[in-house]
């Protein structure tokens, strides 16, 4: 094998398909990453963990077709040292690669292609859905923060995605907040599937990574789903299993209503989080009493007040919330102003748009001792 190809076209192509290389394998080739050039001028990139695989194609030119792996790190390391000039690669029948610059010349080992895992063994595609690469992003954004991170939790690492023929929504929960996110779309064929909250953040920085204007085109099997996205393939396996039933989680008799300030809001539970109760749930009290919301909190080191002016309907409450989950909520949220639903001080809080329903949170309070 032997092609040429440009330095800065094959570090982005590499900082794309790294994203699959396993760093806590036993299987050293998982380590690697599959370079193929083909006569057509084309070079394809392929790293695989066997839970996710990318492959990604780029322009080169090719003097002799052929396949190698190489470790991804070593390799990746050498050529983004080098300088934004042409890189001649090559391989011989000994397993080395000679990699080449004006200036340059290093030689390293390769792994048998045959021990590489074949990932291009697709399933019967069941749905062909085009996804607008700006919503999914920003879906991803407003949700992926409230998957759990345990692994031990099974589903919850997942986000459901939900098609509908008008509709597309997706949706994360952890246990203590739920986070859904809806925008109007329209499909032919109705559907849901489970991919975990790491992997579609990936596959948000390759959309963020692409350079072309083209929709994500999601193709759907039993078991995997395939993502093109530009010149990027990305196939992995959908999680099984039953999400949880999330719309009988959200309250939908909440009687008391606040109206207020996103931005004023985040700033000052940021700050009195500064003193939340460290191993305390990161402890903030809310009071809503008339026209007006008082976070105070309190630790050895201090104690902090803030007070908002608001709109609000209904009783005035007392509840307790985890700082850190509100601020994370808070920070998905684009509009400036809100409106936070309360029942009890022992029950959830949901978060929505004043107007439109194109994101929904919850969140779970937290029992509030003497502060």
Do not use: H, W
């Amino acid at each position: 094998m032997k092609f040429t190809c440009n330095q800065q076209t094959l570090t982005k192509a590499l900082n794309t398909v790294s994203k699959a290389v396993s760093n806590r394998t036993t299987l050293p080739i998982l380590k690697g990453i599959l370079l193929e050039a083909k006569a057509n001028g084309k070079l394809i990139m392929t790293a695989s963990d066997l839970e996710i695989s990318i492959q990604k194609e780029t322009e080169a030119y090719v003097e002799e077709e052929g396949s190698i792996v190489v470790i991804s790190k070593l390799f990746g390391d050498i050529i983004r040292k080098l300088p934004n000039e042409e890189i001649s690669i090559e391989s011989n029948e000994e397993n080395s690669v000679l990699i080449k610059t004006s200036s340059s010349e290093f030689t390293v080992v390769s792994f048998p292609v045959d021990e590489f895992p074949k990932i291009g063994e697709k399933e019967e595609i069941k749905d062909d859905l085009i996804f607008d690469k700006e919503i999914f992003k920003d879906m991803v954004r407003k949700t992926s923060f409230a998957a759990s991170i345990d692994e031990s939790k099974g589903i919850l690492v997942g986000i459901l995605t939900e098609i509908g023929r008008e509709k597309v929504s997706m949706v994360a929960l952890d246990g203590f907040r739920l986070a859904l996110a809806n925008e109007n779309m329209t499909s032919a064929e109705e559907n849901k599937f489970i991919i975990s909250a790491k992997i579609m953040n990936e596959i948000s920085k390759i959309i963020s990574d692409d350079e072309t204007d083209d929709d994500i085109r999601i193709l759907m099997g039993e078991k995997k789903a395939v993502f093109n996205i530009g010149t990027t393939e990305v196939i992995l396996r959908l999680m099984e299993g039953e999400f949880i039933k999330y719309k009988e989680i959200i309250p939908k008799n909440n009687d008391i209503n606040v109206i207020i300030g996103k931005s004023i809001l985040l700033e000052s539970i940021e700050r009195a989080s500064l003193l939340a109760k460290e191993g305390k749930n990161n402890l903030i009290k809310m009071t809503i009493k008339n026209n007006l919301l008082t976070i105070t909190s309190r630790s050895e080191e201090g104690n902090v007040k803030e007070e908002i002016i608001m709109e609000k309907t209904g009783d005035d409450l007392e509840i307790g919330f985890n700082s850190k989950f509100i601020i994370d909520v808070l920070k998905a949220i684009d509009d400036e102003e809100i409106s936070m639903n309360f029942k009890t001080g022992t029950s959830p809080c949901v978060v929505k748009p004043v107007e439109g329903n194109s994101y929904e949170y919850l969140i779970l309070p937290v029992r509030i001792p003497s502060m």
